[in-house]
């Protein structure tokens, strides 16, 4: 799989959005971008994915420039609660393996 | 049950010990994963089944660990003669199958076994 790079860390204060960023410049073009996050002492959750177009969901906005070589994670209005670790994922199509490969994620911290 | 499920929680082990860990996954998902994370860094991967057919072992880090999943549904790892840098979370995490789709599969992790070798 192609490599990420994130930020170590990150804060951010509560209720105001985070814009978590994630290089990619080697990616090809038939792998998908994904985010998952781990809150301490639980496994990772996933948190969204896209390929070529942004995506939203309830819990995220994934922004992907249109290189690809580079997207954001946004939290719209962070809580307390989302003070995790957020690892961004490259995943190729293999249908005989469909693991992914974790990095070492951004550390995020929401000051109250 | 709704999530995957990892037991024991938490397992503390004496040097040269052997260790069984447990995973049960979502009903009807094909692919099943291990992971081990050391502390502070990401999970690595250790292993992949779909099914019964672990088609991927390249992770496991010696012939002291060995998994399986003989009936295509819950599945065991074991760690034999335990030693101290196998101190780790050991997540346990499924998924389903869909082909067409398989560059979005999304992955649902368990809370993991945290391995304390002594």
């Known amino acids: 799989d192609a490599k990420t790079t994130q930020p170590n860390s990150m804060e951010s204060n509560e209720e105001e959005p985070v814009h978590l960023p994630c290089n990619h410049s080697?990616?090809?073009?038939?792998?998908?971008i994904h985010w998952y996050r781990q809150l301490p002492s639980q496994g990772p959750e996933y948190v969204i994915h896209?390929?070529?177009s942004n995506v939203n969901n309830r819990m995220a906005s994934l922004a992907i420039a249109e290189d690809r070589k580079s997207s954001t994670l946004i939290l719209h209005r962070a809580t307390l609660r989302d003070a995790a670790v957020y690892y961004c994922?490259?995943?190729?199509?293999?249908?005989?393996?469909?693991?992914?490969?974790f990095g070492t994620g951004t550390r995020l911290t929401i000051i109250p | 049950g709704a999530g995957v499920s990892q037991s024991p929680r938490y397992k503390v082990a004496k040097r040269g010990q052997d260790v069984a860990l447990r995973c049960d996954p979502i009903?009807?998902?094909?692919?099943l994963f291990w992971y081990q994370q050391a502390l502070g860094q990401g999970p690595e991967f250790l292993t992949y089944?779909?099914?019964?057919?672990?088609?991927?072992k390249s992770g496991l880090p010696s012939d002291r660990f060995f998994a399986e999943r003989p009936e295509g549904s819950v599945s065991t790892l074991k760690i034999q003669r335990t030693q101290q840098e196998d101190s780790a979370v050991y997540l346990c995490?499924?998924?389903?199958?869909?082909?067409?789709?398989?560059?979005?599969?999304?992955?649902?992790f368990g809370a993991g076994s945290r391995l304390t070798v002594l």
């Open positions: 896209g390929l070529t």
């Open positions: 009903s009807g998902h094909v692919s």
């Open positions: 995490a499924s998924s389903l199958l869909q082909r067409e789709l398989s560059g979005a599969n999304v992955l649902t």
């Open positions: 089944f779909q099914n019964e057919a672990q088609l991927d």
């Open positions: 080697t990616i090809s073009g038939t792998d998908y």
């Open positions: 994922i490259l995943r190729d199509v293999d249908f005989g393996n469909e693991k992914l490969t």
